[in-house]
Nanobody, 124 residues
Framework: QVQVVESGGGLVQDGGSLELSCAAS??????MGWFRQAPGKEREFVAQ????????YYADSVKGRFTISGDGAKNLVTLQMNSLKPDDTAVYYC???????????????????WGQGTQVTVSS
């Protein structure tokens, strides 16, 4: 049985930091990623890490502020979020993919397994 479980959300002030963690189990995965959905908006890509070469990709809105890292052997991934802004407020979802692309960025549709999400709220 596949499980994807996030942890680490919460409330933080503008300019603060949070770290999210995620563990995936039950299958072999080739990449993991983070997505978020704010109230009234569509789910959007945040960051992904491909275990081949530990290649990372980021949305422009979080580059330089967020860092994705992890352990491919254990399917553990973290998202370190610094300089948080109220616009970062959203439910953050972890996802895992069995889509093998080498080091090419994986499209959102290729993430087959999703966690339940964790709330991140940034107060102004």
């Amino acid at each position: 049985q596949v499980q994807v479980v996030e942890s680490g959300g919460g409330l933080v002030q503008d300019g603060g930091s949070l770290e999210l963690s995620c563990a995936a189990s039950g299958r072999t995965f080739y990449a993991m990623g983070w997505f978020r959905q704010a109230p009234g908006k569509e789910r959007e890509f945040v960051a992904q890490i491909i275990w081949t070469g530990y290649t990372t990709y980021y949305a422009d809105s979080v580059k330089g502020r967020f860092t994705i890292s992890g352990d491919g052997a254990k399917n553990l991934v973290t998202l370190q979020m610094n300089s948080l802004k109220p616009d970062d407020t959203a439910v953050y979802y972890c996802a895992a993919s069995r889509h093998l692309t080498g080091a090419t960025m994986i499209p959102v549709g290729a993430f087959e397994y999703w966690g339940q999400g964790t709330q991140v709220t940034v107060s102004s």
